[in-house]
């Protein structure tokens, strides 16, 4: 059974969570963003599915549109931020050593959560 998480940004569904990897379907809500962020071990791999987006890597933004892609290397600072009028949905596949929601290192939190 897909369980989904609510967040204060939006929400994500695990769509498959393997050994080797992980899937999840993520709807972040019009104007929102979740935390600027790193994982020390794994990287992963943005395909958006719906709305616009605007992704900080390292320090650059990248503007992103329905059917495009972005690879978030191990250890890289990253945010998706949705910058259109609907909700962004985009999927992300997690590849690495270790998949948990404890290899999150918030770096900046719109929730207080750092």
């Known amino acids: 059974m897909m369980e989904t998480d609510h967040r204060p940004w939006g929400y994500y569904t695990v769509l498959a969570d393997e ?15 979740f935390s600027l962020q790193r994982h020390s071990r794994r990287a992963e791999h943005w395909y958006l599915l719906a709305g616009e987006a605007l992704v900080t890597l390292d320090g650059r933004e990248i503007a ?6 972005v690879d978030i290397p191990c250890g890289a600072a990253h945010r998706l931020q949705n910058t259109g009028g609907t909700d962004a949905a985009f999927i992300e596949v997690q590849t690495g ?8 290192q918030r770096l900046a939190d719109d929730y207080g959560r750092v």
């Open 97 to 104: 050593e270790y998949f948990g929601e404890d290899d999150i």
């Open 19 to 33: 050994a080797d990897h992980k899937v999840k379907r993520i709807v972040v809500y019009p104007g929102k963003r």
């Open 64 to 69: 992103l549109r329905k059917g495009e892609t």
